[in-house]
């Protein structure tokens, strides 16, 4: 049984990096996939809106319901717990997956068109920056974890599951949310903003600081005053740069 919920958590895991590949590829609208954020046939503005929009609420119903402590308490009297991770993750794949599958483009009208080339260069290189904030930021905190391969190997091993601990090394010193910074620059830092992504990079970022508000609700449930005073030192998406230079001149 434990090697089985192993197996299955890596089957998660793949489907995850798969998913996570399509998803870079579609913001930077590569050539080659099934569907990219301004590739697809063209429908009515309404229904474009109307479809993008009950997918990207699906993702947020999805992602924030099941990541919530008292749903993991719940659920887990069903779900071993030693694979509620990776069910969560193989959950939020299915819904993102489908998200890009099916998202309508909006070609018109465009927000901005960056044409010089050193320009394009200039926010294309941003947006790979945010992606691999992103992916770094999921190391810092503990990649394995996150995306439930560390909970059934400890199982797997008779380890005791190990509480989370607060962490907050290199990036994580100079802003509390560095994946969400990540997230933010590649969807924003594009050379053609299209209505169609200009939709899908709204969203995201009003759905990141709503789920901010939670994740530190929980935050301080878990490590309390460890956590309040990290947020009065550590700005939440930008580095306060005062507190850096009263920092550097004590
Ligand atoms: C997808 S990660 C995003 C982390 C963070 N919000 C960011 O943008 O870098 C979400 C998980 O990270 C955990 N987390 C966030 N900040 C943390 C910290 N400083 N130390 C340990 N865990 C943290 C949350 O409890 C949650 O389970």
Not at 207 to 232: K, M, S
């Amino acid at each position: 049984m434990p090697l089985l919920a192993l197996l299955y958590a890596a089957a998660a895991y793949l489907v995850f990096l798969a998913t996570f590949a399509w998803t870079v590829g579609f913001v930077f609208n590569l050539p080659g996939l099934p569907k990219t954020i301004d590739s697809g046939a063209a429908v009515s503005m309404a229904e474009a809106i109307a479809v993008n929009l009950a997918l990207m609420a699906l993702f947020a119903v999805q992602h924030s319901v099941m990541a919530r402590r008292g749903f993991k308490q719940w659920w887990t009297r069903f779900v071993p717990p030693s694979v509620e991770r990776a069910t969560y993750v193989l959950a939020a794949s299915a819904a993102l997956a489908l998200l890009l599958w099916q998202w309508r483009p909006i070609a018109q009208p465009l927000l901005w068109s960056v044409q010089d080339p050193a320009g394009r260069v200039a926010l294309q290189g941003l947006a790979a920056a945010g992606w691999l904030i992103a992916l770094v930021s999921t190391y810092l905190i503990d990649h394995f974890a996150l995306f439930g391969l560390r909970q059934p190997w400890a199982a797997l091993r008779r380890q005791a599951e190990q509480a989370p601990a607060f962490r907050t090394p290199l990036l994580y010193r100079h802003v509390r949310h560095p994946l969400y910074l990540g997230f933010l620059l590649a969807f924003w830092a594009t050379p053609q903003m299209t209505a169609g992504h200009a939709l899908f990079a709204a969203v995201n970022t009003a759905y990141i600081l709503i789920g901010i508000a939670f994740e530190e609700r929980d935050l301080i449930a878990q490590f309390g005053p460890r956590y309040l005073a990290y947020r009065q030192q550590v700005g939440m998406l930008l580095p306060r740069f005062r507190a850096h230079l009263r920092a550097l001149d004590s």
